[in-house]
């Protein structure tokens, strides 16, 4: 393959000569600040260069040029890198303290291909078109290291795939990041609110360094921006040309005492463009009759039925998908309307990006509106159970459902985790979006889980949204010990303060009244998080059947 690969190298005064490398693709700069780096980047692809590797030679050697071509021409992504963990580790931590569960902030071993846009410049191979959708780096931060990181989480958030290459060299670098570094990153990405909360949560583990937090924030430049979306999300460009028609999908709905909103959801089913080859309903009713007389009406349907005795969300969707026979599963849950070419969409993003698993946006239709989150296409950090389409292959891999979540919620977020941990990739097109009802009979509602869900405390004075046992027992799984404290913290401080509440200052003050109450709650709610961790992970493999 013909690829024009550029070098920015960045050096310390070292000239570099190596064969493999035409000085014409190489721009050497010698401590350059981001302007300069910038201006390197523009002069590449001006002279047509299609990626551009970035590399510090006092980091690593220079890795070979066919190396770095292979890894090109294997890779699904827009970015590879193989950045330390230990180099952003208390960003990650600041990070955690702001949104304790989020899927990017989890541990991932070191071996493993997976996505992370905890980029550096010390080693990192960049699509140059990316440049032009996303623009380069921000010089409004002190350091490379900043910036560097700061354009990776904006680059994922504009659907780029960020990719840690474990085939790259591990770059030694030697400088960490100063608490300067941390907060013009973290306004950067999540706004001035969310720098002063991270402030004070460092300060507050770390009282020694109060002094140089205090001072760090008063050396922010005022002029650092706060992340923004663009209005075109990025496209794939690793585009798979095989046809969706010779897809084979397996359709999976656990269902339980909600026979109306079932037979909505197979009408919606029996509409699709693209025709799924099996439909496997999985049965919790202790009537069995009931289901299978909404079922005889689907003649037309590849209806199939398990029964089970014992109802529960994990075991029933790992017996749905154990029964099925295609290589390709969608997921689904039994109070859901959703679009006739909902198959067709997921199955084509699929092959485009070459994901694990792609999934839409769930619309609660009782819900306030949540913001423009249409025209987005992106690495996901949530995988919804009821609107997913999965690949057999990577659930072989991570296992099934964790059956600690059988009648509690968070089971899809443990799968997403585990998704990532073997190196898969799930992608979110909010494009596709569907109608999720949130019945408040049946499902996981029969086991007392989700009863008040975000809808219903935005509207009501003293019902709350506080944490369930599942949540603490995912952060305690996947996460530093620190992620469940934060994830307390959080929950607590948000019963007295619910946005678009038509009443904030009396729904505040119900809050304030209603708090021992809470914090009472949460603490059983802690109490029974780490007991759930003594008896699980119970999670069942999936055979392969190649």
């Not at 035409?22 to 300069?36: A, D, F, G, M, V």
Request: charged share 20%; net charge positive; glycine share 4%.
């Amino acid at each position: 393959m013909d690829l024009r690969l550029g070098l920015i190298a960045c050096t310390d005064g070292t000239r570099i000569i190596n064969p493999t490398w035409s000085q014409e693709s190489i721009q050497q700069l010698k401590n350059p600040t981001i302007p300069e780096i910038n201006i390197a980047i523009e002069k590449l692809i001006r002279s047509g260069h299609a990626w551009i590797f970035f590399w510090d030679n006092t980091t690593c050697e220079l890795p070979e040029k066919s190396a770095i071509i292979d890894m090109i021409n294997n890779t699904r992504a827009d970015v590879l890198h193989n950045t330390p963990h230990a180099y952003s580790h208390q960003l990650r931590q600041l990070l955690i303290s702001i949104d304790p569960l989020h899927l990017f902030y989890s541990h991932v071993d070191d071996a493993i291909k997976t996505i992370s846009w905890e980029s550096t410049f010390g080693l990192m191979l960049i699509r140059a078109s990316l440049f032009h959708d996303v623009g380069t780096f921000l010089p409004h931060f002190s350091s490379r290291a900043a910036s560097t990181l700061a354009w990776g989480r904006q680059a994922s958030r504009q659907g780029a795939i960020m990719e840690e290459e474990p085939k790259l060299p591990k770059p030694t670098l030697n400088k960490e990041l100063t608490y300067r570094d941390i907060f013009s990153i973290i306004k950067y990405i999540s706004g001035l609110k969310w720098m002063i909360w991270a402030a004070v949560y460092a300060c507050l583990r770390h009282p020694i360094h109060i002094f140089k937090i205090v001072f760090s924030l008063r050396d922010i430049h005022q002029e650092i921006p706060i992340s923004f979306h663009r209005d075109h999300p990025l496209q794939s460009t690793n585009k798979n040309q095989d046809t969706i028609e010779n897809m084979g999908i397996s359709v999976v709905i656990p269902s339980l005492h909600r026979y109306k909103n079932l037979e909505t959801t197979l009408i919606c089913i029996a509409n699709q463009t693209v025709k799924a080859i099996e439909i496997i309903i999985v049965d919790q009713e202790s009537d069995h009759a009931k289901v299978r007389d909404i079922l005889n009406k689907f003649s037309n349907l590849p209806l199939r039925i398990i029964s089970l005795a014992d109802p529960g969300q994990c075991r029933s969707r790992n017996a749905g998908i154990v029964s099925s026979t295609q290589q390709f599963i969608m997921l689904m849950d039994d109070d859901i309307e959703v679009p006739d070419n909902l198959f067709e969409n997921l199955s084509r993003r699929l092959k485009e990006t070459s994901a694990d698993a792609v999934c839409g946006i769930h619309h609660e239709i009782t819900a306030a509106p949540s913001g423009n989150l249409r025209g987005q296409i992106l690495a996901s950090d949530v995988m919804p159970g009821g609107n997913v389409l999965i690949r057999r292959s990577i659930l072989e891999k991570s296992g099934l459902f964790d059956l600690a979540y059988d009648r509690l919620s968070r089971a899809d977020a443990d799968l997403a985790f585990r998704i990532r941990q073997q190196g898969g990739l799930i992608i979110v097109d909010r494009n596709i979006a569907i109608i999720h009802h949130h019945e408040s009979h049946g499902g996981l509602r029969i086991f007392g889980a989700r009863n008040v869900t975000n809808a219903i405390s935005r509207r009501s004075y003293f019902k709350r949204n506080l944490l369930s046992p599942s949540e603490i027992y995912l952060a305690k799984r996947f996460f530093l010990q620190n992620a469940s404290r934060c994830l307390i913290i959080q929950r607590l401080l948000a019963t007295l303060y619910v946005t678009n509440h038509p009443h904030p200052l009396l729904r505040c003050l119900a809050g304030i009244i209603s708090l021992p109450f809470s914090i009472i709650a949460t603490w059983h709610t802690w109490w029974l998080g780490k007991k759930l961790l003594s008896t699980y992970p119970k999670i069942p493999m999936l055979s392969n059947r190649a």
